[in-house]
């Protein structure tokens, strides 16, 4: 299969991408959120010119072929730009096959378990703990998510007390049935990091992700050692040399790389093997709605050392206004707790034209 155009949708946060083969079928895929219109002009500058008029049959090759021709350029945003290649190539595959993306990666549709997650921190504890309780009761949550520290906050809390506060105020609010994770987004040093991380412990929280800057991968890994929970990490990364390294010296209990960051369907894969023969289960970052989260249900739903469950965003208009309208349909409908995967051809995603009339428009194809 060899592409013949390469079109992108993007605005500041979201960017689509559509690609025609050499039949004129076509497929949809998405670079990284935010910042897409920028990622959307390096797909045109520096992915399209290696990949149009190229066989596509091995894309594990053709993306290291990419990354090696752009070997001046060794970082996230390539990567980024990469996943729209990807992404529409597994969607223009799962449409020629009559079969949906989990299918073609080994997989078969079906139900995943959701955890809600929060993504606010200027938010008091009591607020949180009723917003989750509405979560239950209208859609039958059993897992969720919250966020301590501040971001890369250097052990400056996003207020005084919060997280102390919060995390018995959750847990006295949802009972102990309820499995309760928390992101502190680089916020603490090692010390620090332990201190919360007893607090934690002693509430029964399972999950606790990024609690030093992620790029200090010994930060972490102390937090690992000292801690029985579950420590979690990755969905900044992109560079899989760094995915080696932090696998084998067993930084993390639990890798979440997301799609879109590391570059792609085929990328996170590799990921997901050298976590499986580390023994190592994937719970992948996908925090927003926009195509992000549907690529990651494809994925985790075909790989053997997937996670206990699925990220969802809980965050509607009032946080993440671009997330509106993106879809005509909904394809993160939830209940009782979990969304579905069905056999649609490809991703299964219906993208609103309204939308794409709106965005910026870019082409690059074949003279």
């Not at 490809?346 to 428009?361: Q, T």
């Amino acid at each position: 299969m060899k592409l013949r155009c390469i079109e992108t949708f993007s605005d500041r946060y979201v960017g689509f991408v559509r690609i025609t083969d050499e039949t004129g079928a076509q497929g949809w895929g998405q670079v990284s959120p935010y910042n897409a219109d920028i990622t959307s002009q390096i797909l045109h500058r520096q992915i399209a010119p290696w990949s149009l008029g190229v066989d596509t049959t091995d894309l594990d090759d053709l993306v290291d072929r990419i990354e090696e021709r752009e070997l001046k350029f060794p970082g996230s945003y390539v990567r980024r730009a990469i996943t729209g290649l990807d992404t529409a190539i597994w969607d223009l595959r799962g449409k020629h096959a009559g079969k949906p993306v989990v299918e073609l990666l080994g997989g078969r549709p079906g139900q995943l378990r959701c955890y809600a997650s929060s993504m606010k921190r200027d938010i008091t504890p009591e607020d949180e703990a009723e917003r989750f309780l509405r979560l239950r009761d209208r859609h039958g949550f059993d897992a969720f998510k919250f966020r301590v520290g501040a971001e890369a906050g250097r052990d400056i809390d996003e207020w005084p007390g919060r997280s102390e506060a919060i995390v018995p105020t959750i847990r006295r609010a949802l009972g102990d049935e309820a499995t309760l994770l928390v992101d502190a987004n680089s916020g603490f040093s090692p010390a620090r990091a332990i201190e919360i991380g007893r607090l934690l412990e002693a509430h029964g929280v399972v999950h606790y992700e990024e609690p030093c800057p992620y790029w200090e991968l010994e930060q972490t890994k102390q937090v690992t050692d000292a801690l029985d929970l579950d420590v979690t990490g990755g969905e900044q990364d992109s560079d899989l040399r760094i995915w080696r390294r932090m696998i084998e010296m067993r930084a993390v209990d639990i890798v979440q790389p997301d799609i879109c960051y590391v570059g792609g369907v085929g990328r996170m894969l590799r990921v997901a093997r050298m976590a499986e023969a580390a023994g190592l289960p994937v719970t992948p970052h996908a925090a927003n709605l926009s195509l992000v989260t549907l690529f990651t249900m494809h994925v985790l739903a075909a790989i053997p050392n997937a996670g206990a469950y699925l990220e969802l965003s809980i965050e509607g208009a009032d946080y993440y206004p671009w997330q509106q309208g993106l879809f005509r349909n909904d394809p993160y409908k939830v209940s009782n707790g979990t969304v579905s995967i069905d056999d649609t051809p490809g991703w299964g995603a219906d993208i609103n034209p309204e939308w794409l009339a709106r965005s910026r428009y870019q082409m690059s194809k074949l003279d």
